[in-house]
């Protein structure tokens, strides 16, 4: 049969490096349509297939490897060309690789010249750290104290503060959570403690309300106790209360607004000052993706991130079972062989832990990234790592935890959004860039989140919520350092304030802390 119609590759699908076997398509494609590869040859599509998924530019004989990215995806079993590359003709058998050279050294990017680094509108705080933010935080320190806490930010952010009265102030936000007791002791309560810890001397906050039941296993003096074993010294306004001492929930209520209203003067007596972007630390983080994300939005925040590293800065990637696949990328990156070890530790740390449940990372692949063209875990994997752009792996960090060098950092922690992003800013985050194909609206408590779409449909789509498109990339309007560029200029305003992130402007303030093993008792 004639091939009905012929179009060139470059209008319908992306081979995204040249020693891939596939094409991802950019948008539907009908059965018996002609795509002119740029070798000049022609290939026949063999069935109807969506956009985001792939079909073969070879023919890919049984047992030989799929190629994304220039790495394997899965293992053919009989591909011919022009196929719909699915799990009917290709399993997601992937080489595993863990071997180190302990001669492993990779060298350091060259640096941007400090005259030549951009700067940004900071908080500079008394220990030296640097803010994008500065808000008043009401940290409950259980579950059961989350009611009063959101009472007391709600009420307070609508009546005692305005803007053009406390200009200096970003609001009033709390940190409701579903933990401090009936738990094990151990990790969960650790991990509690340590993220609340974090928050509350975060430097995007400038001032604290520690609220507590009273009874609970997470109650002020353990909290007091856990900061001083961190070393750390909340050196800005803090009041405390406790529900069952002052008498109950509503004058637990009334003592958070009467500290809100005492605070409020004192901290819009900090202002932001000109600082070195060597201050901002980034998060970078991805949700709801689609086959794009890893060729447009990931890749194009992986420009910018490097730009931040050159400049002095620090970048957090996590979601530890989406390295997986790629963890062998990322080792070899890392500065040396123990660092590289201790990448593929965390990911097979994960493997255990998750096993322990019953749970594999393969099955992280959401329905809506399987539709969108993520087939497996190795491919969204693989497009999921571009975020942390090309310079090597400084180290690893615990979830929350602060890293204890400058540069690029992997956090251990889970893919799900709504416990990673805190995790992040437990960690220091002071401003995250969040990259979305099929669309997302997540927030955070007190650090901005900048939202990057993969593609201009779902941007166009989703306005409101979405701060820019990677989708020029796509249609080839424009290239992946310019799009990167172009993020890397908007991270610079929001840390500034020049320009809010749109989940700033819709409050989306979400907060969830990951339990790494709890057992409701």
Excluded at 59 to 79: A, E, H
Excluded at 356 to 380: D, F, M, R, Y
Excluded at 500 to 511: G, I
Aim: proline residues 6%.
């Amino acid at each position: 049969m004639p091939v009905k119609s012929s179009i060139p590759v470059r209008e319908c699908a992306i081979i995204v490096n040249p020693n891939d076997n596939v094409a991802v398509l950019k948008s539907d494609i009908t059965k018996g349509t002609g795509v002119q590869l740029e070798d000049g040859r022609t290939v026949e599509v063999l069935e109807d297939i969506s956009s985001g998924n792939r079909f073969a530019i070879h023919d890919i004989p049984t047992s030989k490897l799929v190629l994304q990215y220039g790495q394997p995806i899965g293992t053919s079993k009989g591909i011919t060309v022009g196929q719909s590359v699915s799990h009917d003709n290709m399993s997601d058998d992937v080489p595993i690789i863990r071997e180190v050279p302990t001669d492993l050294s990779t060298p350091k990017t060259d640096p941007i010249p400090e005259e030549q680094r951009a700067t940004f509108l900071g908080f500079r705080r008394k220990n030296g750290r640097t803010g994008t933010r500065n808000y008043i935080l009401v940290v409950p320190t259980s579950m059961c104290a989350s009611h009063e806490a959101t009472q007391i930010s709600t009420i307070a952010e609508y009546t005692l503060y305005n803007r053009e009265k406390y200009p200096n102030v970003d609001g009033i936000t709390a940190l409701p959570h579903n933990k401090g007791c009936g738990c094990q002791d151990g990790s969960p309560v650790d991990v509690l403690l340590r993220v609340l810890c974090n928050y509350a001397d975060h430097p995007n906050v400038g001032g604290v309300i520690l609220i507590e039941l009273g009874c609970e296993k997470t109650n002020l003096s353990v909290v007091e106790t856990y900061l001083q074993k961190l070393g750390r010294t909340l050196d800005k306004p803090l009041v405390r209360i406790g529900i069952q001492q002052v008498g109950g929930t509503q004058a637990a209520i009334q003592a958070g607004l009467q500290a809100v209203e005492r605070m409020l003067p004192q901290i819009n007596q900090t202002e932001r000052a000109p600082t070195p972007v060597s201050e901002l630390v980034l998060g970078v983080k991805c949700g709801g993706s689609d086959a794009f994300s890893g060729i447009s939005a990931n890749p194009s925040l992986g420009f910018a991130s490097d730009i931040l590293v050159r400049s002095g800065g620090t970048v957090l990637i996590t979601e530890v079972p989406e390295f997986c696949g790629a963890e062998h990328i990322l080792a070899q990156r890392s500065k040396d062989a123990e660092t590289a070890r201790k990448v593929y530790r965390m990911v097979d740390w994960y493997k255990d832990y998750a096993a322990q449940w019953g749970a594999k990372l393969g099955e992280n692949p959401s329905p809506g990234n399987i539709k969108g063209g993520l087939l497996n875990i190795t491919v969204k994997s693989l497009g999921a790592i571009a975020k942390a752009g090309s310079t090597r792996v400084e180290g690893v960090t615990d979830y929350g935890t602060p890293p204890s060098c400058r540069g690029l950092v992997l956090m251990q922690g889970p893919g799900y959004d709504q416990e990673s992003t805190p995790g992040l800013v437990a960690a220091g985050a002071n401003v995250v860039v969040f990259t979305t194909g099929r669309g997302s609206t997540i927030g955070n408590a007190i650090a901005p989140v900048i939202k990057l779409a993969s593609n201009n449909g779902i941007f166009n789509r989703m306005t409101g919520d979405l701060d820019l498109s990677a989708g020029d990339v796509l249609d080839g309007t424009a290239t992946i350092q310019q799009v990167g560029q172009k993020v890397f200029e908007h991270i610079r305003k929001v840390a500034s304030n020049e320009v809010p992130a749109k989940a700033e402007v819709l409050k989306h303030r979400e907060f969830q802390v990951w339990a790494e093993s709890a057992v409701s008792l």
